[in-house]
């Protein structure tokens, strides 16, 4: 299998890469921006998705789908949200929109959902009507239950196609197993949706067709495995390219390009040590195992992902814009046809970065996290 060589960004290279923002003088390809408050005073937001006319959905991760209607955040929740695990890093996660919501109304949402002991990560989809949700179906559920909260993923993302894709974690760090093994390794395992991308029709079930259909013992709609905890995912519209960041363990955060019936490596090969200490995997990479396109280390703990492929801001179309949520930056990067990529600019938020999006008019919007103080900003060119 084709592996690309991997960027390596490191400290130093990280500190050579000059802010937006701040006394530094930007290179002559970075845009100076400034982040503009559009609402705040958010419960550790999740996800944003825009509704035709421009009202805003937002994610809180405790529970709650809040509206932004003409500017304003309305002050209550909207209603028939699905309960929720809402512990460590699990709750209300992402929503999105259906291509054709404004004909059939549909949203989704993925969430944990369970108890500590029990618990799984779910797709459900729901009817919106302005006001509440109504005909709540859940599309799909983890088959695998597991203890803890931590690395339900689950960014998901439609394709030019119609169909959907969820990406999901691997269910949590050591001393955490299940059926005998650390969890972790669940994501090398076709059988379990732990740690994988899967692509599914607008109804949940598997799509026709993936890189794993007929194969015994794989799960319906696998399309991607061997992930830690996904938490971007983007699409490149006019090349047709998925791009997806995930959270490494101590380092090693990557960027990956996301292929049909890709092995991403995880934990087989990886650049992440174990918090204690040792290093996760015996090497970085090997045969027949894809080496991500950039690799963060010391981690910034990637978060939101977006392809740019607007107007707005001289020289940035068709950059990849990364959240971190340790960093508190937008990290601007730019492949290339062939699927390298360079890191290109640091743009300092000042808050964990959770989410990242491209608005409909062109801007790009940055949801902070934040325990009452979250925010969602838009980034403005100076």
């Known amino acids: 299998m084709n592996r690309p060589r991997s960027r390596i960004l490191n400290g130093l290279a990280a500190a050579l890469l000059v802010p937006a923002l701040g006394g530094c003088q930007p290179p002559p390809s970075a845009a100076a921006v400034r982040s ?12 944003v998705a825009w509704l035709p006319g421009g009202d805003l959905l937002i994610t809180e991760r405790p529970g709650r789908l809040r509206l932004v209607r003409g500017g304003v955040l309305q002050p209550e929740p909207i209603g028939g949200v699905p309960e929720v695990l809402a512990a460590g890093q699990g709750g209300l996660l992402d929503v999105a929109l259906h291509p054709d919501f404004a004909t059939n109304r549909w949203i989704y949402l993925t969430y944990a959902a369970g108890s500590a002991t029990s618990n799984h990560t779910r797709l459900a989809r729901a009817r919106f009507d302005g006001r509440a949700l109504t005909d709540l179906q859940v599309l799909f559920a983890v088959p695998q239950r597991k203890a803890g909260s931590q690395h339900f993923g689950s960014r998901l993302l439609w394709l ?4 959907l894709l969820l990406a999901i974690g691997d269910g949590g760090n050591p001393p955490l197993q299940l059926e005998g093994a650390l969890i972790r390794t669940q994501a090398q395992n076709p059988g379990s949706a732990l740690g994988k991308v899967l692509r599914l029709n607008d109804d949940g079930s598997p799509a026709r067709s993936t890189p794993f259909a007929g194969k015994p013992g ?10 830690r905890n996904i938490q971007g995912l983007a699409i490149d519209r006019q090349g047709g390219r998925v791009w997806a960041s995930e959270h490494g363990a101590r380092g090693g955060d990557e960027l990956n390009r996301i292929e049909a019936g890709v092995n991403y490596g995880w934990p087989k090969v990886t650049h992440s040590r174990e918090y204690f200490g040792p290093a996760i995997a015996p090497a970085t990479s090997a045969p027949g195992l894809r080496d991500p396109a950039l690799v963060w280390t010391p981690a910034i703990a990637p978060s939101g992902l977006a392809h740019y492929d607007g107007d707005r801001y001289p020289g940035w179309r ?3 814009f990364a959240g971190g949520l340790v960093s508190q930056q937008v990290h601007r ?18 808050a964990r970065v959770r989410d990242v999006r491209q608005g409909p008019d062109g801007y790009l919007y940055v949801l902070t996290d934040g325990a009452g103080d979250g925010q969602l900003l838009r980034l403005e060119p100076i």
């Open 160 to 163: 030019p196609d119609g169909t």
């Open 218 to 227: 794989a799960l319906p709609g696998l399309w991607s495995l061997g992930h």
């Open 318 to 320: 068709g950059d990849l």
């Open 36 to 47: 503009v408050p559009v609402v705040g005073g958010l419960e550790h937001p999740w996800a």
């Open 333 to 350: 990067l730019r492949p290339d046809p062939k699927g390298s990529v360079t890191p290109q600019q640091e743009i300092p938020i000042g």
